[in-house]
Every structure is written in C-alpha cells, then in structure tokens.
C-alpha cells in the first residue's frame, strides 16, 4: 500500500540497470538525452510541507514576542518553593491592591515554583529573581554565598528573615490504627513510614533534623545512638519520594505506609482538602521550627531597579493581613494576635530551632553533605 | 558528474555513483557540534574539576556503583523485553487489517506525547497496591509498583515506542513478493518469518532496542514516581545526579553524567556496530 | 490446501490477539488512567483547566518550541540519513551513536549542559548576559533542550529505512541523467516518506512532551516560560490532579493530531494511484 510512488520507479531500475555499475554507466550516457527529466518542481506533498513549516514557526514566534513593560509598571519575580504557590496567589493579590490604593502603581509579580535548592540553582545559573521566598536559609546562603545579596541577609528582616513557620507533624491513617503517638513509634517493626528523601527534597531536611533533635534529648543520648535511632526510621521507610509532594501523594493516595511524615501546613491541607476524614493528624512531642525564610536578591532587583518595591513586598509579608493569608494557609503566623485568631489550628509543642543545631551550615555538613550522617544510614 | 563519480568510485569503492556526500557529512558534523558535542563538552570540563582522584572516589562510591549498576541493568532489561513485543505490534498493525488497527496505530506513540511524569503517575496508579492492576496482583504477592521492577514497567513503557516505529516503516516497505514466493515453495509462516522476513526486519528492530535502551538509560521523571528509590535498591544514577545537584555539586552532578554518558556511548556503539554488520550482511 | 490456511488464519487471529493485549496491557490502561482523571470532576471542569490563561500561555509556548525544533531535526535528519545511509565511509557506526547519544543523556543533565554553557556562571553566559542576550531561563534555551531531546528522532527512523532500500533507485536515475537534486525529491523522498512520516512524529511527541530537560531551563515562570508538561508538574503539585490530568491529555490530543495528518496523507497517497511523470514508456529505454 505505501509503496506506490515507488513502483513506477523500480520498473525503471530494472530496466537501466543491468548487470554492473561500468554498464549502467555507459548506458546512462546513451540514455540522458532521451529522458525527458522534468524540472525539480515541488509537486510531490512532502517537500511543501518541509517549506510550510519553517514559515508557520516563524509566525508563532513574532506572534509569542514577549510583552513589554508598560509605563508606570512595576514587575517582580517571585522565584519560590513548591507548595506556596496558592499562598503567594492570595498575597500578590494582596499587596498589589495594597500598593495601588497607596501609591496608584501596577505591580505585576510573577512567580516561579520547584524544588527549593533547585530554584536558588537556577537563580544561580541567571534566573532574575527580584525576591526569593525559599524553603530553608541554606539556599539564600548558597546565593550569599556568590555575592547576589549580602551575607548578612538573614537580618534584614524579622524573625531570622522568616515571617511565618510550620513544624514538622505525623499524618497518620483514620483512628491511628498502628497508635502512633510519638518519635519511638515510628521505628517499631512493622511501622511504614513515608518521608521524601532529605538530599533532595529542601522540605525533607527539617524532618530529618526533627527526629535527629528527638533523639539527642533523650537520657543518655550521643550522636551514634542518634544515629541509630535515624538509620531504625529510615529503615522503616517504605517509599523515598524526591519530592515532599510526592511523599504525600504516595500516602494518600498509593496507601503504602501508616504514617507520613509532613510539614504541619501539608499535614492539615492534605487532612482537609485531599483526603477529608480519612486522616488524622498526631504531634508528637518534640519537633522542629521550620523557618522558610525570605530574602530581596540584591544583585538582580539593583539591575532591574526594583530594590524598594522589592523590600516593599517581603516587609508586606509581616502586616496583619499578610499573616492573616498565611494562616488561612495553615502557615504558623509570626503576628501574635494573628496567631492567637488561628490557635486552634497550631497546638502548642516543644520545639527545637536550626540555631539550636549550629545554624544551617553545620546541619549541612553533619547530615546532608556527601558521607555525613544521612548517607551513613545507607552504607553498613 | 561522470568525473565526481568516477573520481569518488575510486575513492569508496561502492559509494561511488550518489552525489551530496560531502556537504551532507559537513553539515551532519556542524549541526551535530552545535547542538550536541560542544554543549557535552561541558560535562567533561566540569567533570575535570575534580582532579582524577576525587572523580574515582564519587563514581566508585557503593551508592554510585548501585545506582550504574540499576540503570543500566533496568534498561537492558526493558529493551529486551520490547523487542519482541514491539516487534509484535509493528507486525500486526503494519500486516493484519482488524477493527481497530488505526487506534492500536495511534496509541503507538502515547508514552512519547506523554510527559513522562504525567506517565510514572499513570502507571504508578496502575500498579501500586491500591490500583486497577496492582490490587489483583497483591495478593499474588506480586509487588511491582515501588520496586526495581517498577523501574522496569516505566522503562518498557518509555521504550516501546521506539522499537515499533523503527521496525514498521522496513516492514511496510518490505517487499511482499519475497515472502509470496517463500510460501509458494512450501514454506510455513513461521519458516518464511525466520528465513525472510527476519533478516530484513533485524537490523531496525536492532536499532529499535538501541533507542529504547537509550531512552531508558537517562530516563528520570517517570522513574521516579514507581520505582520507590530507596538507596541501593531502586535508586537510579540519574536521581543521584540530582541529589548532587541538591548540594550545589556541579563537579559530583557532572561527574555522575560523564560516567552514564561513556557507558551509554559504548554500548551503544557496540549495538550500532552490530546493526551495520548485520544490515551489510543483509545487502549481499 | 485447507489445512496450512486454516492454521494461518489461527496463528494470524492469535497474533493480533496478542498485539491487542499487549497494546492493552501497555498503553491503553495508561490513557484509561489519564483520561479518566481528567474527566473525574466533570467536564466543566475539563473545560475550565484547559481554557486557563495560564494553561493556554503554556500551550502557546509548546507549540512554538515544538515548531522550531522540530523542521530543525527534520532537515538534520534527512541530510544526517543521507550521508550515512548511502555511503560507506570509515566511523560511519561512530557518528550514528553519536547521533543517538542525546537519547541516553538524562534529561536532567541535557538542560544542566546548556546551564553550564549559557548559565550566569556558565562558559558563555557572562559574555552573553552583557550583550543582553537571554538564553537560558527563556525561550531560546527552551528550544535548544527540546532540540537536544529530539535530536536523533527523524535521523534514527531514515537510517535503517534508506539503509534497507539500498542505493539501487538512485543510482538507476542518476544514470538516467537526473540531477542530483532531481533524484532527491523524485526519487529518494517518496522511498522514504514512511521513515520520515514516523520520525516527524516521533519528534513532533517528544518536543511537546519532554519534561525533565525544558525543566531545568524553564525557570518556571507562570505564564511566561512555562510549557504545558512543566504546567501539568505545576498543576500535580498543587493537588489539583483533575486539572494536571485534563493538562496532559491536551498533549495526548495533540500528539492524536499528527497521527490524524499521517492518516490524511496516506489517504492522499492512495489517491493518487497514477504513476509519476518521471517514468516515460519502458519501451524508450534501452
């Protein structure tokens, strides 16, 4: 069936072919002047798509020119972690009206979400974050780090330059049929456990740290009992999603493991939104502060002129209706009275700070770096 | 025209009647240094910011010998099990005319279109112990999705593709009368399909297994949603290169890449070169 | 005579039986899933997530990718098969490995490779970045991973393709006085419609498809360098399945669209039965 423009042809190959290629060289000398060759015209359909094509994609591309700025705009980029996204929706909206009704000004805020080490990365490698609002201060550190803001950024703001916290939860299964209450229970044998895995998943690290911190106040305690007691959890995890989002899907959705092991805010959306009553939420009794902080890129917001409407916005972040979105995102406000609206939601708990670990360099070099303590679990 | 060919006869002793082979072997190695071999370059200079000793130590680690060793293992595995059964469907599709051959047709190239998320998803939701095919299989005992051979559905799914679009356009261009008079002489389907129909299929469905095994060896976001990666067990090489990244290791991320790059070219190169054997032995 | 017919017919209905199954088993489950999460919440809601400015800013993008990458590696493929195909010349297995070599690069390193040639920290960037011009975390880097990715599609699927056809055709027409050119459009490229028909689609799949590599030199900015895969990630992390879902079959569809234009030209190739101006009576040749 699709070999009919061919046939024609083959007849004429066996005709002009004979035995070897001296022949049918001769022969095609006492041939050319009879053969009445057309033109290379573009008859067939092939070569007119071929031409078409490269026309049609230059006129999408002068169709998909990127939009200029208007006058009296302001644009920011917001490059952030994974799970805010909803949460800078609301607060863009927000602050935009915010700084309309004050000042009459358009502020236009993009933004950009993926994996928080990966996102400093990519501002790294020349993405023009004006603001970024990461997962941890390490990766703020690692931009410090090539002079894109000061190194002094985490005091630029309130609060370490976090202005709102979460902690580190159990998301277990209805009822708590394994009657999970605390850090122990999570290495019994038989407990499946999900937790993303804390090389690449920023969000990861804090669990990680919160159950090494739980292990190191315990009577008697000493790093190689807190590794221990890290390597019985780890040895319990069923599933090592890359991702703190795809931790929660494999638990909720897949049903492998009897706990999860969750940022506070991804533990009370996951409860109500994604599997209403077919979670519940166990704190246990020590747990981590997790501080994602943010911070103006110094570097970029200069070059793009953007340095006061940059602070404008993370210093927005602090206000009472800032923190007011925040909590109704299940963020633990900075804002007292805030919090004290939204107690409820954020039981109180014994909580243990990344300062109280040396600061976040140190936690990198102890449990993160290649052959500290977390690849240590996996090499017996 | 009579001198570049006699010029060229003398030159490549076959080759010698077709013109455009230069400009075509110029602007196949133009394009090709652009967009690949100075863009991969890159691996290398990065790489080599390590020093020979630290390179040895990040790619001899157990963790990064695990990983080679699940990779390349897992894709092998897939592309072996796609040749037949892509060999199967290119058969049946481009031979037998049945209700719904041009949907079968179509599907072909799902696992391409698909973002490969979208399709770890996709399969993970099949196979996991909850899903449409995992919650039979269960209480069989067999476990597929969050273990290695989880990484092997997503890698034979992924692959598939390839070994069938390679095989298909030989077999519709495939000249029918051989195989007429095969049987015509008294030959069984199945004598005709080994002695001439498989000669000619083979080195396509040779280069089918090279993509697919190609395909799969990198493969990364649909991995990782089914195969579980817990360390030594179901980790990939590719997800060790992201943990590297993780740490702002572009030398350990590189270095990682440079060994999957060189073990990807050899075998690589051993299977094309197998495939050119084999499509040469074909022509005589 | 009824005998090794009826057998025939057997082994024939038991080979597509089998095909069917595992076409089944391998492909049509996965759509199943797709499909069916796409339309679990209704189709309003299939119709809301597809219609979004944000879904259809990154529809706009992949669409213009995909059309400058792939008549890119479609020329490259046909000269690239060519040259392989019909001449034997030393290291010819080399370079087709070399071709194929993009494919087993994983993705997350065929994007780190443009970061770190066109990166802020890059070989090339600095330089670039003073000149204004923008590579990576824009459409131009976009297009170069969706070229690295599809790279060796269309040349992969002519190489065995002209490599089984041989130099035969060519040659007769050549000696028949035709040019080169001439025996390029007359006579090589109807040989190889199919192999090209498949690696354009291939390649067209891949380019709208590809995930990992666009990811690493998107940025992810919304709306702005976000393509519909990094869109469907985007939508999937959000726990808003139903709409990532309804996202990906937009690219399934998209894909279908190809196979719709390749089942439009084979119908085309069945009209037109008459045979080519090229080929006068036989009796006139020698």
């Not at chain 2, 130590?57 to 990779?71: G, Q």
Request: contains cysteine; hydrophobic residues 50%; charged residues 15%.
């Amino acid at each position: 069936m699709p070999s009919q423009p061919r046939a024609p042809l083959l007849r004429m190959s066996k005709a002009a072919m004979p035995h070897d290629c001296n022949h049918a060289h001769q022969g095609s000398r006492a041939v050319t002047p009879r053969i009445d060759m057309p033109r290379p015209e573009f008859t067939s359909r092939t070569p007119v798509l071929l031409v078409l094509w490269p026309l049609l994609a230059a006129i999408a591309v002068s169709s998909c020119a990127p939009s200029t700025p208007v006058a009296g705009q302001v644009e920011l980029l917001n490059v952030s972690y994974d799970p805010t996204r909803a949460l800078y929706e609301d607060i863009n909206q927000a602050f935009a009206a915010d700084i309309r009704s004050r000042s009459g000004v358009e502020v236009v805020i993009s933004q950009s979400h993926g994996g928080s080490a990966k996102q400093a990365r990519s501002v790294l490698d020349g993405l023009e974050a004006d603001v970024v609002t990461l997962a941890l201060g390490h990766d703020i550190d690692a931009l410090a780090a090539n002079q894109l803001l000061a190194a002094d950024w985490q005091t630029r703001l309130p609060h370490n330059s976090a202005p709102y916290t979460s902690t580190v939860v159990f998301l277990v299964r209805k009822g708590n049929p394994q009657r999970i209450q605390d850090w122990p229970d999570l290495v019994r044998a038989g407990v499946g456990v999900v937790t993303p895995n804390p090389k690449t998943s920023g969000g990861a690290r804090w669990n990680y740290l919160a159950a090494w911190s739980y292990a190191m106040r315990q009577p008697g305690a000493d790093e190689t009992r807190a590794l221990a007691f890290v390597a019985a959890l780890f040895a319990n995890v069923r599933v090592l999603d890359s991702g703190a989002r795809g931790a929660t899907t494999t638990f909720v959705e897949r049903g492998i493991g009897d706990v999860l092991l969750a940022w506070e805010s991804e533990a009370l959306l996951a409860r109500d939104e994604l599997g209403a009553g077919a979670f519940d939420i166990v704190m246990p009794s020590l747990s981590i502060l997790a501080e994602p902080t943010v911070a103006v890129v110094d570097r970029v917001s200069a070059r793009h002129g953007t340095e006061a409407m940059a602070r404008q916005y993370l210093e927005f972040l602090y206000t009472p209706a800032a923190q007011e979105i925040i909590a109704r995102h299940h963020y633990r406000p900075r804002d007292p009275q805030v919090a004290a609206r939204h107690a409820g939601q954020f039981p109180e708990l014994q909580l243990v700070s990344i300062a109280d670990l040396g600061g976040w360099e140190a936690a990198h070099r102890a449990h993160f770096a290649d052959g500290a303590s977390f690849d240590r679990i996996y090499l017996k | 025209m009579t001198a570049t060919a006699t010029n060229s006869i003398s030159r490549w002793r076959v080759s010698g009647s077709l013109p455009g082979f230069g400009p075509s072997l110029g602007y196949t190695l133009l394009y090709l240094s652009l967009i690949v071999l100075i863009p991969l370059a890159m691996i290398l200079l990065r790489a080599s910011e390590l020093g020979l000793d630290a390179f040895i130590a990040k790619v001899s680690s157990p963790r990064a010998l695990a990983s080679l060793r699940i990779s390349f293992g897992c894709a092998l595995i897939a592309a072996a099990i796609n040749m037949p059964i892509g060999l199967l469907l290119a058969w049946v599709i481009s031979r037998y005319p049945f209700p719904g051959r041009r949907l079968v047709d179509a599907l072909i190239d799902l696992p391409i279109a698909l973002p490969t998320a979208v399709a770890g998803i996709a399969l993970t939701a099949l196979y996991a112990r909850n899903g449409w095919l995992g919650q039979w299989l269960a209480p069989l005992g067999i476990e597929l999705a969050f273990t290695p051979a989880g990484i092997v559905i997503a890698l034979v799914f992924v692959g598939l593709p390839f070994v069938v679009r390679t095989v298909q356009p030989v077999l519709q261009d495939i000249e029918h009368e051989q195989e007429e008079a095969a049987e015509s002489l008294g030959a069984t389907p199945l004598q005709t399909f080994v002695r001439v129909s498989l000669p000619t299929i083979a080195p396509a469905l040779l280069t089918g297994f090279a993509l697919a095994f190609a395909r799969g060896v990198g493969e990364y976001g649909s991995v990782i949603f089914i195969a579980g990666n817990m360390p030594m067990i179901s980790e990939i090489t590719p997800l060790l290169i992201v943990t590297q990244l993780e740490q702002y290791d572009y030398a350990g991320a590189t270095a990682l890449a440079l060994v999957m790059l060189l073990g990807s070219f050899a075998l690589l190169l051993l299977i094309n070169s197998l495939q050119a054997w084999l499509a040469h032995r074909g022509r005589r | 005579m009824i005998g090794p017919d009826r057998r025939y017919r057997i082994a024939r209905s038991a080979l597509i039986l089998g095909a069917l199954s595992v076409a089944g088993l391998f492909l049509v489950l996965p759509l199943l899933i797709v499909l069916s999460g796409a339309i679990a919440k209704g189709w309003s809601l299939y119709l809301a997530s597809i219609s979004e400015p944000d879904a259809l800013a990154a529809l706009r993008l992949t669409l213009t990718v995909t059309a400058i990458a792939v008549p890119l590696n479609l020329v490259f493929g046909v000269v690239a098969a060519w040259c392989i195909a019909k001449f034997e010349f030393p290291g010819r297995s080399a370079l087709i490995t070399l071709i194929d070599l993009p494919l087993a690069v994983s993705p997350v390193i065929s994007g780190l490779i443009y970061v770190l040639l066109f990166g802020a920290q890059g070989l090339l960037g600095p330089w670039l970045g003073e000149a204004g011009f923008r590579v990576i975390f824009a459409v131009p880097g976009i297009v170069l991973a969706t070229i690295f990715v599809t790279f060796p599609f269309v040349a992969r699927e002519l190489i065995p393709v002209m490599q089984a056809q041989g130099r035969d055709h060519e040659e007769a027409a050549l000696s028949l006085g035709a040019s080169g050119w001439q025996t390029f459009w007359r006579v090589t490229l109807p040989n190889i419609k199919w192999g090209l028909l498949y690696g354009v689609i291939l390649c067209n799949a891949r380019a709208m498809g590809e995930f990992g590599a666009v990811s690493v030199v998107s940025g992810h900015i919304r709306g702005k360098t976000n393509t519909l895969p990094l869109h469907v990630e985007i939508l999937y992390n959000e726990y808003q399945h139903t709409a990532a879902f309804a996202v990906a079959s937009l690219l399934v569809l998209l894909a279908l669209l190809t196979l719709v234009a390749k089942t439009w030209v084979e119908a085309r190739a069945h009209r037109d039965r008459h045979p080519d101006p090229i080929v006068q009576p036989d009796e006139e040749l020698p």
